[in-house]
């Protein structure tokens, strides 16, 4: 279980070669024992990955996740929890996608309505239900600020993100009574794998900065957060500009 520091003493990384995903595995591999459930794609990164969070002390098992192969997520989600209690599950796939062929190519705009949303929901229900039966723990999911207002220029990314932001919230809150917590992160542009190429964006961070912030949310029971802060104040500004106005701003 998460200690009284906000430790915890298992992590199942859902999308375990995200740098987000490795960079919170640092975190709490830092002095301690931690046993860390990689799950990805098998290949060269995710070997790398558990390669390197065993040299911090980890202990890890690598297990299998296609998130377009909604029949195997069952099995992976048994696999998960197969060696005892998962205390915080990361839920960190995702495509960025091309914005101009995601709208226009049928089978572009199900790829990522499929891996950005359908997936983790699919997924985040069945990790709900374990923890719910095992009564503790908690679930981060890495929303994105673009789902909080969508812009034309991402619109297809940004419209998953906002359904995948609202069901990590109410999940939360059909967790509530049952021991079980749900922290949903709002991050700007973090310059990653993901965003390599794309042009960076003003209050850029990095995945360790998001790595920090969740650390210290998860100790503090957050159930939402913005990385960086100063991003909940510009977001609230853009909620309530006209459209009219808003579709002239170069975003």
């Not at 503790?136 to 940004?158: D, P, Q, T």
Request: with cysteine.
């Amino acid at each position: 279980m998460i200690n009284a520091v906000g430790t915890p003493q298992s992590l199942l990384l859902l999308g375990g070669t995200s740098d987000i995903a490795l960079a919170i595995a640092r975190r709490y591999a830092i002095g301690h024992s931690l046993r860390v459930v990689l799950a990805a794609r098998p290949g060269e990164r995710r070997t790398a990955a558990a390669e390197e969070l065993r040299s911090l002390g980890c202990k890890v098992r690598e297990i299998d996740l296609e998130a377009r192969d909604f029949g195997s997520h069952p099995a992976t989600v048994e696999q998960a929890f197969a060696d005892g209690d998962i205390d915080i599950a990361v839920v960190a796939f995702g495509l960025l996608g091309d914005p101009e062929r995601a709208w226009r190519e049928p089978e572009a705009v199900l790829e990522l309505a499929e891996v950005n949303y359908t997936a983790p929901v699919h997924l985040g229900v069945m990790v709900a239900a374990r923890m719910r039966a095992q009564g503790h723990g908690f679930i981060v999911a890495l929303s994105s600020v673009a789902g909080e207002r969508v812009r034309r220029s991402n619109f297809v990314y940004g419209s998953t993100k906002a359904g995948f932001d609202g069901f990590f919230l109410g999940l939360g809150e059909a967790l509530r009574d049952h021991g079980v917590s749900v922290l949903v992160v709002r991050a700007g542009f973090v310059k990653s794998k993901m965003t390599r190429g794309v042009n960076e964006a003003p209050l850029a961070v990095t995945p360790d900065d998001v790595a920090d912030a969740v650390v210290a949310a998860v100790k503090d029971k957050r159930e939402l957060i913005w990385v960086p802060p100063p991003m909940r104040v510009v977001m609230s500004g853009l909620r309530h500009v006209p459209r009219p106005i808003f579709r002239r701003l170069p975003i």
